[in-house]
Each structure stands twice: as C-alpha cells, then as structure tokens.
C-alpha cells in the first residue's frame, strides 16, 4: 500500500514563502498527485496537482522530483487566510483505484 | 447553488442506534465517495461509487452500508453506532472513477457524535 508523511504542523508568518512536502511511497504510477486544503468546518478542496516536474497556478506552485516519492506544495507571500489544513492525496500502486490522503499539515499563519 | 450537499450537519445519538447521512450532488459526476475524519484530522475514504456501482470498499464494519439509487445520490446507514464512529463525515464527487487525478469537491461534513 501507498504510504504517505507529512509534518503534522508549521508555523510561518505573513508575507513568507512556505513550502510543505509530502513524502509518498508505492504510489500509481499513472496517477497524479494532487493537494487540498481544508478550513475549518469546511471540507477540503482542491488547490493544485501535477504528474511531475513544476506545476503553478494563481495560488500555489507543485514540485515533484523525477522519482515521484514525494511533492512540495510552495504557498507564496502567505495571508492570514492560509491558515489551514494541507492534505497532499495520491493513487496507491498497482492500479487499485484506492486513494490515500496524507495525515494532513495543519499551517498556523501568524500576524 | 450548492454542488454536494449533505444532510444532516449535525448528528448526535445515543450508542446502538442505527442513522443515515444523505448526500447528494448537483455537478453531473460519476463518482461519489464517503470519508471519515476523525480528531486527529485524518482522511481516510471508506466507499466509492461510479454510476451506482462499488468500486472502493475500503476495511470498514459492516455496519456501514453505502447506498446509492441514482448516481446524484449516495447515502450512508450506520447499525449499532458505538462511541469510536463518532466523526466527521464527509461526501464528495468527482467526475470519473476514483484517481487523484479528478478534483473531488467535498460535501461540507457531517458531524456525528455518539453518547
């Protein structure tokens, strides 16, 4: 089975860059790896995915090394508001259709 | 307009009551799941279903059983509920079987506490 690690915590303060990294093992081969964040009370939601390589759009960059056994989501000039929980979720290996979310890293955006 | 939905948003009940937690979702998608999130925050899936038919069971009771009588609809009955099914219970759709490959859109989460 796939086996995903993240940092249960970070802290950082506003204006800084922030990069969280997910380390995955046995993933699909086939499969993207994707993050989402999730506030409180709410359910997550999608932010960004790539196959490999870099990955940007308006609110985050994706980078995943060639061998795909981990990614790391960069929040650039974080606000207060991306204070929140990052899930990175990927495919598990041999083509199962399961998904594995990460435990999750909970960001604390200070002013 | 709300793309998942869920019912109720709050649950609470006494242990060995059976309940159901309805979703349904307005996006058109094939798929639907159910997750759990307990109080460390973990994810973890428990069912999927593409065009009304299982594909994901993940190791859950089988005091949980997925239903789903059109492919906008998936509901969740729990039998017996103990203590350790307290959670939060999330649905959420995506528009082909399950891949990270295809954004989910998450229901905004049912609380369930059982007393």
């Known amino acids: 089975l796939a086996k995903t690690t993240q940092p249960i915590s970070m802290d950082s303060y506003e204006g800084q860059e922030v990069n969280i990294t997910c380390s995955h093992n046995?993933?699909?081969?086939?499969?993207?790896i994707t993050w989402y964040q999730q506030f409180p009370s709410q359910g997550p939601r999608f932010i960004i995915q790539g196959y490999k390589t870099k990955v940007t759009n308006e609110v985050a960059s994706l980078f995943i090394p060639a061998d795909r056994k981990s990614s790391t989501l960069s929040l650039p000039r974080v606000s207060l508001s991306d204070t929140a929980v990052y899930y990175c979720l990927v495919g598990d290996s041999g083509n199962t259709g399961k998904l594995i979310f990460g435990q999750g890293t909970t960001l604390q955006v200070k002013p | 307009d709300t793309a998942v939905s869920q019912t109720p948003k709050y649950l609470v009940t006494q242990m060995g009551n059976d309940k159901s937690i309805k979703c349904e979702q307005n996006?058109?998608?094939?798929?639907m799941y159910w997750y759990k999130q307990d109080s460390k925050k973990f994810l973890k899936i428990m069912f999927s279903?593409?065009?009304?038919?299982?594909?994901i069971n993940e190791t859950v009771p089988n005091r949980f059983s997925p239903k789903s009588p059109d492919k906008a609809h998936l509901n969740l009955h729990i039998n017996s509920l103990e203590l350790g099914d307290s959670a939060v219970y999330f649905c959420a759709s995506s528009q082909a079987a399950a891949s990270a490959a295809y954004e989910q859109y998450f229901g905004p989460g049912t609380r369930l506490t059982v007393t």
């Open positions: 996006l058109g998608h094939d798929t």
């Open positions: 046995n993933i699909a081969t086939n499969d993207y």
């Open positions: 279903y593409n065009n009304k038919e299982l594909i």
